[in-house]
């Protein structure tokens, strides 16, 4: 029912049916009984985070309080509309820390129609997600912490206050999930006045008023009975003793969950576990990760990217294994998504559901972690699965009606769960290893990423890579070691998984996309494609931000079997940043239609590798596949190529210091170390005794460098740093090149300089000598060039996507040079980069404009292959005033399509500048102009019409939307979206699809 009639008339006009899109919502009217009637949930189910909740009564300050709470804690709303008065509507953030003030977006007057703020709202905006684009401000000046982070925050810090008191690590975690379930199961009155007047007598007591009470007894005998009835282990093992049941324990417990109206720091009180999301359980894992595990590559898996290999890789009803399940997200997830195939009855009993639930967990989920904090979470999170949307007052009443009747419940006892979750070391190869000759219809899982130590610590990993047998075929047998590179943890986990597999099982996991693209991980490239049959592959590393926090390193997913087939083509997905992919939505968008199939043979035969395909695209790589014929190696035309010596290196820094390994972990040490070697090694003015220049990568730019450092030459001849040289090593003609390479704009280059003085250069400096002198200018001013930029980026380098990028030796001296030079350019480049060297005049965009138009010819490359590379570095900035960028692309786009129309004279492209800073294209193919909506028309309705005419369809999820006469590009209004060479793709693309038709 509508109290307000008003908002009923102004939603209806915004589009929305309160039968159809505006739910009546019963959770939050159950849970606030004030709100009964009055509160509707509109769920988007394009998941771009835009879902609302609407409320038609005017509440009192301190009913908005409980409702801001509430929503906050269900954490499926974004937003929520609430009236001020009779005829205002106020919209709020949704997802803000319910103790800090409200973040107010707009007031709506619901008796006007004001087009500016009436179109925000509209129903299309929240089906598309893009009413977030004009309230995006709004957010980044809040700054506010989503529940997931301030559970985490707030355990972190109940953690730490235990921690004082407690000094026995397992014991405070056993508290901390202890009392996270005992939450959940009194905040859901799971065990309510029946459960405490049966067992103790007392039908007022509850978890808090016992803690209050501090009786350790009580207590224990609380947890017994609690691991008794709902067959928990966390409840039994380890036992808390007497002496951790203290009363300053027991108060700080009592105290987080106990109201405080003081202050803004969040408790566990202002959790209500009976609506916040019990996935929300594995993230708090994150909590408890220590900063060694995290630098190892210990994340918490992300549901959206979990949900992506379980949908892939799940098919039917089986056993699952996670051999590194960590908190255990993709076990909770392969057991909803079993459960969803097992088909559960939504009109059984909660009895009969619960049964199911756990027989299912029993039979087919299972995992190793090698953390036992950790492997807690990961029980502790499929417990709570085992209550998901089963209404807790069923289940209340199931227990006190068993009570009263039976004196005991024997409900979760039939079937147990906890023995799957081993806490153990997948990659042991002891006897007793966990799930030894057992078999598994799927495997998944996101293994660490770190190179194995040679530490006590990894003693069972350092076993596993020197004894670790791998078959290769029926009769050859290798040591793990031999296959896994550079000690990579994540590699030996794709040999493990063999041992608890069968012939149809299937595997998905993440992985460091290193595996699969770096040089030195051929050997294991070459295992994995040779014994496995990968179905798809989904290279994340351009969303790594989006799904875990701060990783430094690139991600790959892998769907894959063990039936090799020698045909066989993998689904390769190079997923990119969408217009929805950053905050809020963080959206993990899977484009059907840029899916590129590759031919798995030719990654083991052709020389290929997947950066390849996720570098460029296939006109990218027909550029280097043709370069590739028509040039030589650099290679050929050098005598030596080294490094420089190790000068300002950590283990330098610590011999000088005489400091061992903790100090070098200590950045405040390391600091005054750091200053205490250059002090004593080096000078900033050139003296008698610091005559040497000392240069280092950051040192060297385009033609030219600068010394800011001297030293003594003597700590050179005395063997005094890392990779020594003799003095003579710095002396004569060389080309310098930079190993740690530049990132302009995003994208590469390789500063190089022909040098001939006597220079010390440090080990991030390529230093190459030239068979022939004459040659030093001109390959100067190649690698300098955007050509060789171009290549760089595109196929040679390894740590792409990186801060770090390190330049392969093997790479530098593979760079491309034309066997036939042409003499004439040759001389005219070689003059410009010797009067660049001598420093007659700098580097400037005139000069390395004809530098590089030069080098183009020298490579005899085409008009778009030139444009291809131009566009390739085009600084991003937005289009020009008078679209002069839209006036080319429209004009290529015509010269590549029209030419194969029939009637080409119809064909039209037409832009519209749009909301939320897009320009759509409307590209008109043989269809009469006077049926297309003219210019302003389109400018006018473009988005409204699409979103409002496609209400299932996310469109903007998509850049291209194909019609039957005509296609629309939406896109950013930035240059290189509207470049020559996007037109060239978009029109070979549009023809693709006309000759497919």
């Given at each position: 029912m509508i109290i307000n009639h008003l908002i009923e008339r102004y939603f209806s006009l915004l589009n929305f049916d309160f039968k159809q899109d505006l739910k009546s919502d019963n959770l939050l009217s159950r849970k606030e009984e004030f709100l009964k009637g009055n509160?509707?949930?509109?769920?988007?189910?394009?998941?771009?985070?835009?879902?609302?909740?609407?409320?038609?009564?005017?509440?009192?300050?301190?009913?908005?309080?409980?409702?801001?709470?509430?929503?906050?804690?269900?954490?499926?709303?974004?937003?929520?509309?609430?009236?001020?008065?009779?005829?205002?509507?106020r919209l709020c953030y949704a997802k803000g820390n319910p103790k800090e003030d409200l973040i107010e977006f707009d007031t709506f007057d619901v008796t006007k129609e004001e087009a500016t703020y009436f179109e925000k709202i509209k129903k299309w905006q929240f089906d598309s997600g893009a009413f977030w684009l004009s309230y995006a401000d709004f957010l980044k000046k809040a700054k506010t912490k989503t529940i997931d982070k301030e559970l985490v925050e707030t355990l972190k810090i109940l953690r730490k206050e235990l921690q004082k008191l407690i000094h026995k690590e397992d014991i405070v975690q056993a508290w901390i999930d202890r009392t996270l379930y005992a939450k959940f199961l009194d905040d859901n009155h799971i065990i309510n006045s029946v459960f405490y007047k049966h067992y103790f007598g007392d039908s007022d007591l509850d978890y808090k008023q016992l803690l209050q009470e501090g009786n350790p007894s009580k207590l224990n005998k609380?947890?017994?009975?609690?691991?008794?009835?709902?067959?928990?282990?966390?409840?039994?093992?380890?036992?808390?003793?007497?002496?951790?049941l203290t009363k300053e324990v027991c108060n700080l417990i009592y105290t987080s969950l106990s109201a405080d109206l003081k202050t803004k720091q969040l408790r566990l009180f202002d959790f209500q576990f009976n609506v916040l999301p019990i996935e929300l359980i594995s993230y708090i894992?994150?909590?408890?990760?220590?900063?060694?595990?995290?630098?190892?590559?210990?994340?918490?898996?992300?549901?959206?990217?979990?949900?992506?290999?379980?949908?892939?890789?799940?098919?039917?009803?089986?056993?699952?294994?996670?051999?590194?399940?960590?908190?255990?997200?993709?076990l909770v997830t392969a057991f909803q998504k079993l459960l969803k195939i097992s088909e559960e009855d939504k009109k059984w009993s909660a009895a009969k559901k619960i049964q199911h639930r756990t027989e299912i967990l029993s039979k087919y989920i299972f995992g190793i972690e090698k953390f036992p904090i950790a492997q807690r979470f990961a029980i502790f999170s499929l417990s709570l699965q085992i209550f998901k949307d089963i209404d807790p007052i069923e289940i209340r009443n199931y227990i006190a009606e068993q009570l009263q009747q039976n004196k005991e419940i024997d409900l979760f006892n039939q079937y147990s769960f906890f023995d799957n979750i081993k806490c153990a070391n997948s990659?042991?190869?002891?006897?007793?290893?966990?799930?030894?000759?057992?078999?598994?219809?799927?495997?998944?899982?996101?293994?660490?990423?770190?190179?194995?130590?040679?530490?006590?610590?990894?003693?069972e990993e350092i076993a596993f890579l020197n004894k670790y047998e791998v078959k290769l075929d029926n009769k050859t047998t290798t040591k793990a070691k031999n296959i896994v590179g550079q000690y990579q943890i994540s590699q030996c986990f794709f040999l493990k998984i063999k041992d608890w597999s069968k012939q149809n099982t299937r595997f998905g996991f993440v992985s460091n996309n290193s595996n699969f693209y770096n040089n030195f991980f051929c050997d294991f490239q070459q295992y994995f494609y040779s014994n496995y049959n990968i179905e798809k592959i989904y290279e994340l590393s351009r969303v790594k931000d989006i799904l875990f926090e701060k990783a430094k390193e690139g991600v790959v997913s892998v769907v894959f079997t063990n039936n090799t087939q020698s045909n066989n083509k993998i689904a390769y997905y190079p997923v990119d940043m969408g217009l929805f992919s950053e905050k809020p939505f963080n959206l993990l968008i899977i484009q059907e239609d840029s899916v590129i199939e590759i031919l798995q043979q030719t990654l083991t035969k052709d020389g290929l590798r997947l950066r390849d395909y996720y570098i460029g695209n296939e006109y990218d790589l027909e550029i280097i596949n043709t370069i590739s014929k028509e040039c030589i190696p650099l290679n050929e035309y050098v005598s030596s190529c080294a490094v420089g010596i190790g000068i300002i290196r950590n283990d330098v820094i610590a011999k000088h210091n005489?400091?061992?390994?903790?100090e070098l972990h200590n950045e405040e040490e390391q600091a005054k170390m750091k200053s205490n070697f250059m002090q004593h090694f080096f000078s900033e003015s050139q003296t008698g005794i610091f005559s040497t220049p000392c240069v280092d990568y950051n040192d060297i730019f385009p033609f030219s460098y600068y010394s800011k450092k001297y030293l003594n030459p003597n700590d050179i001849i005395e063997k005094k740093y890392r990779r020594n040289k003799d003095i003579g090593f710095f002396e004569g003609n060389k080309l310098l090149c930079r190993r740690i390479v530049k990132k302009i704009n995003g994208k590469y280059f390789i500063p190089a300089v022909f040098d001939k003085k006597t220079t010390v250069y440090t080990d991030d400096i390529y230093v190459?000598?030239?068979?022939?002198?004459?040659?030093?200018?001109?390959?100067?001013?190649?690698?300098?060039?955007?050509?060789?930029?171009?290549?760089?980026?595109?196929?040679?380098?390894?740590?792409?996507?990186?801060?770090?990028?390190?330049?392969?030796?093997?790479?530098?001296?593979?760079?491309?040079?034309?066997?036939e030079l042409n003499e004439d350019l040759v001389a005219e480049i070689s003059e410009i980069s010797q009067d660049l060297t001598e420093g007659k005049y700098e580097y400037s965009e005139k000069i390395a404009r004809k530098l590089n138009g030069l080098i183009f010819d020298l490579y005899d490359l085409s008009y778009i292959e030139k444009q291809r590379i131009r566009d390739y570095f085009l600084p991003e900035k937005k289009t020009s005033p008078k679209q002069t960028e839209l006036e080319v692309y429209k004009q290529t786009l015509t010269d590549v399509v029209s030419m194969y129309l029939k009637n080409p004279e119809l064909f039209d492209v037409e832009f519209s500048p749009t909301s939320f800073d897009l320009i759509a294209a409307k590209i008109s193919l043989n269809k009469n102009k006077l049926e297309n909506p003219n210019a302003n028309k389109v400018a006018k309705f473009f988005l409204n019409e699409i979103f409002e005419q496609n209400p299932s369809d996310n469109v903007l999820l998509q850049e291209k939307i194909f019609d039957k006469d005509c296609v629309y590009i939406i896109r950013k209004n930035v240059n290189k979206n509207w470049t020559e060479t996007k037109a060239f793709e978009d029109g070979h693309e549009i023809l693709k699809r006309l000759m497919a038709k």
């Open positions: 509160v509707f949930f509109y769920d988007n189910k394009n998941q771009t985070d835009a879902s609302f909740y609407l409320i038609t009564i005017t509440p009192s300050e301190e009913n908005l309080e409980k409702i801001r709470k509430s929503i906050w804690n269900e954490n499926s709303a974004s937003s929520f509309f609430y009236p001020t008065d009779e005829t205002h509507l609380l947890f017994k009975i609690i691991h008794e009835i709902f067959n928990n282990n966390l409840f039994d093992d380890p036992k808390i003793e007497d002496k951790y894992y994150e909590a408890f990760l220590s900063k060694e595990q995290k630098a190892n590559g210990i994340y918490y898996t992300p549901r959206k990217l979990a949900q992506l290999i379980v949908d892939d890789v799940i098919t039917e009803k089986g056993k699952v294994l996670d051999p590194a399940c960590g908190s255990g997200m993709f990659l042991s190869i002891k006897d007793d290893k966990p799930f030894n000759n057992e078999n598994f219809d799927f495997i998944v899982g996101n293994p660490p990423f770190f190179k194995i130590k040679d530490e006590t610590v990894f003693s005489n400091a061992n390994g903790k190459l000598r030239l068979k022939d002198n004459n040659l030093y200018p001109l390959f100067t001013a190649i690698i300098n060039s955007y050509f060789i930029g171009y290549i760089l980026n595109i196929a040679l380098a390894n740590r792409f996507n990186s801060s770090w990028a390190k330049l392969d030796k093997n790479a530098l001296l593979s760079i491309p040079i034309p066997k």
